[in-house]
Every structure is written in C-alpha cells, then in structure tokens.
C-alpha cells in the first residue's frame, strides 16, 4: 500500500538531490561572483572596458 502511494508520487532518489544542490551552489556563487564584477565595473565608469584583452587581439577603435 505504502509503495503504490509512493510509486504515483514525483520523487528524487537523494543522488540527484545532491547534483542539483551542487548545481545551485554553483550558480550561486557564478551570480555573486558576477554582481561583484558589475559592480566594480559601474565604479569606474570612466575606464574604458579592455574589449580585446582576453584574446591579446588590441581593440577596434570605432568611427
């Protein structure tokens, strides 16, 4: 009886309970880090952003 009721119900086994905590726990701290970089990016609103520097390909100035 207690089966039949669980087999209807939509539940996660603890395994993928825990992948998904870590996948939140991971966005979280992708979104914190992200915010932090905004911010000290709207701080400085006068520094241009280095739009070519990951690459080492120097920016194109625009007309």
Same mark, same amino acid.
């Given at each position: 009886?207690?089966?039949?009721?669980?087999?209807?119900?939509?539940?996660?086994?603890?395994? =993928?309970?825990? !992948? $998904? +905590?870590?996948?939140?726990?991971?966005?979280?701290?992708?979104?914190?880090?992200? =915010?932090?970089? !905004? $911010? +000290?990016?709207?701080?400085?609103?006068?520094?241009?952003?280095?739009?070519?520097?990951?690459?080492? !390909?120097?920016?194109?100035?625009?007309?």
């Amino acid at each position: 009886m207690m089966a039949q009721a669980f087999a209807r119900m939509d539940i996660l086994t603890r395994e =993928e309970f825990d !992948v $998904q +905590a870590q996948l939140l726990e991971r966005a979280l701290n992708r979104i914190a880090a992200l =915010e932090s970089r !905004v $911010q +000290a990016l709207e701080g400085r609103p006068d520094t241009p952003l280095q739009t070519g520097s990951s690459t080492g !390909v120097p920016p194109v100035d625009t007309p």
